[in-house]
Structures are given as structure tokens and as C-alpha cells.
């Protein structure tokens, strides 16, 4: 009699617990399925009340796919050059000690404060129309050179969003590094290359594809730069903005919109993948 009170207690406890934590996850669950799931379900529905057609319309016209294409050179080439200036300067910060170090690595990441409006400002201080390098210029009796506007200013402006995550990614790499894996190499009389190449890039392999995916993501939908200077150079961040700003375009808009949210995932997804290879072989 006694065990059989012991057990309804013990599972009138469970039901109790249980109907607690469910409260408790409840208002998580409105949560996201307001903000999220529902709307991430109507973006995908959007484009079928124009037709089917409208999902592939990216491959079909091919003013948005060149958008899609202007979107993924230029977030590769930023993600390129993100990875090697940034590996240079993190890696010398971690392994190069010197008075103001600290100092300088925060002025470096400095921009990580900044949203995309106000770097895409300063390139337009820089190269607009009104900028330093025109100003310059004009003075020397060679016209007013601008760039800000162009496949340039966007190039720059993304590098200088992405580097500081890069060089304080590659410096916090860096540093966790084992001294003892470069010592060995180097008694066992490794080259400075075959060191570089042995221990350096199979110890910063999940850093770099780490790094490298969120910067392309970050590129790819960079929208605050994009807006502020892509006035001759269209990226599909633009694209989407204009179809459902300017021409009311709701379902091309979602279309669009689905592509480049696929497009960043498997990126994404690709490095996640990549890095978890990577752990392993080491």
C-alpha cells in the first residue's frame, strides 16, 4: 500500500515537472513560431500565388541573375581577401609582442561597432564625389576621381566591415596554438614553409572556414553598405529591396529572397561540414 502511494506520488511529481518546464518553454514557443516559422512559411508560399514559374525567375531574366552573380564574385573576392589580410595581421598581433599590442588590436576591431551605413559614409568621404582623393585630385589639375559608388567602393567598404572579424578571429586562433607543435617541426629541421604549411594551416583550418563563412554570409546580405553605395553596381540585397519598395513586387521579392537565404545556408552548412572534417583529422 505504501509503495503504491510512494509511485502516485512519484509520478503526480513527473506530471508536475513536466507541466512546469512546458510553461515555461511555452512563451519560447509563441515566440518563435510567430517571428519565425510563420513567416518563413509565407515567404515560401509567396511565389506560387504568381505562378510556379516565379520560383526559378532568378535563372530565367537575367537582370536578376546578374544580380545573384555581382552578389556571390564580389562576396567570394571580399571573403578572400578578408581571410589573407586577416590571417597576416592576427597572427602577427598574437605572435609579436610589443608596447600599445592591445591597444592597436582594439583600434583594428574598432569597426565592429560601426553598422554598415556608416562605413559605406566613410568611403564616400574617401572616394565620393566630394571626397578626399577627389578633392586631391582636382587639385593636381586631374579631375575629380571617385570610386565610392562603383564595384570598388562596395569591395572596400565590405573589407573594412569584415576584416576586424577576421584579424580578432585569426589572433584568438593564434594564441590557443600549441608552441610545442612549432618547436618540434622546427627541430626536426622543418622549413619556415613546411612549418607554415605542416602545423600552421591544419591548426587555423577550422578558424579560416569558420571565419570565412560568416564573412561571406555577412556579404552576401550586407544591406545598410549595399544601399548607401551601390548606385552603379547592383547586388541582390538591392534587388529585393527595389522589387518590394519601388514596384510592390511581393513575390518576386520572396523569390529573390529565397534564393539568397539558400545560397548563404549552404555556405554555411559547407563549413560547418568542413570544419567538423577538419577537427576530426586533427
Known sequence: MA????????GHGKRSQAGWRLACLLPALVFFAAFWLLPIVRLIALPAEKGWAT???????????TSLMNTLLLSLAVTAMTLVLGAAVGIFLARSPFAGRRALLSLLTLPLSFPGVIIGFFVILLGGRQGAIATLADGLGLG??????????????????SLPRAIASYAA?????????EEAARS????????????WLPELAPATLACGAIVFATAMGAFGTA??????????????????????????AA???????????????????????????V
Do not use: C
Not at 586562433?173 to 607543435?181: E, S, V, Y
Not at 626536426?188 to 602545423?199: F, K, P
Not at 549552404?266 to 568542413?274: Q, S
Open 55 to 65: 520560383y526559378w525567375v532568378i535563372l530565367t531574366q537575367a537582370k536578376y541573375l
Open 173 to 181: 586562433a593564434a594564441q590557443a596554438m600549441d608552441p610545442a607543435l
Open 3 to 10: 509503495a503504491a502511494q510512494a509511485a502516485a506520488r512519484g
Open 188 to 199: 626536426l629541421g622543418a622549413s619556415r614553409w613546411h612549418i607554415a604549411r605542416d602545423v
Open 255 to 281: 523569390s529573390l529572397s529565397i534564393t539568397l537565404g539558400l545560397v548563404t545556408w549552404a555556405a554555411l552548412a559547407l563549413a560547418r561540414r568542413l570544419g567538423g572534417t577538419a577537427a576530426q583529422g
Open 227 to 252: 544601399f548607401t553605395l551601390a548606385s552603379k553596381f547592383e547586388v541582390l540585397p538591392i534587388t529585393i529591396y527595389n522589387e518590394f519598395t519601388n514596384y510592390a513586387n511581393f513575390a518576386l
Open 144 to 161: 575629380r576621381w571617385t570610386f565610392a559608388y562603383g564595384l570598388l567602393g562596395l569591395f572596400l567598404a565590405y573589407l573594412y566591415f
